[in-house]
């Protein structure tokens, strides 16, 4: 079973750069698809970037394409989300996730989750 450490957030200004890290422990890393997703407040999680098993596919929320770049290191063991050209609308707790058998956007599909970094983004 996976253990998930959520890392690298802050409060910025708008147009500034953050990343954002997942250590994750125990269970075979490489068996793991793994998402990251967001939750504002006054409103529910929504998926933002995934990455399946061995990096072959990526996913984006429309919200996010271009700005946001999803990456995996097997060596450390990590998953990294690198997040350009911030705006407010971007602020909210970040959560790594991390399911078996494939890509998902849905929440509800990914049994292990961190315990959230909070990202704030200002004018």
């Known amino acids: 079973q996976v253990q998930l450490v959520e890392s690298g957030g802050g409060s910025v200004q708008a147009g500034a750069s953050l990343r954002l890290s997942c250590a994750a422990s125990?269970?075979?890393?490489?068996?793991?698809?793994m998402g990251w997703f967001r939750q504002a407040p006054g409103k529910g999680r929504e998926f933002v970037a995934g990455?399946?098993?061995?990096?072959?596919?990526?996913h984006y929320a429309d919200s996010v394409k271009d700005r946001f770049t999803i990456s995996r290191n097997y060596d450390e063991k990590t998953l990294s989300l690198q997040m350009n050209s911030l705006k407010p609308e971007d602020t909210a707790v970040y959560y790594c996730?991390?399911?078996?058998?494939?890509?998902?956007?849905?929440?509800?599909?990914?049994?292990?989750w961190g315990q959230g970094t909070q990202v704030t983004v200002s004018l």
């Open positions: 125990g269970g075979t890393f490489s068996s793991y698809a």
């Open positions: 990455i399946s098993e061995y990096s072959q596919t990526t």
């Open positions: 996730a991390a399911r078996m058998w494939g890509l998902s956007t849905a929440q509800s599909q990914y049994p292990f």
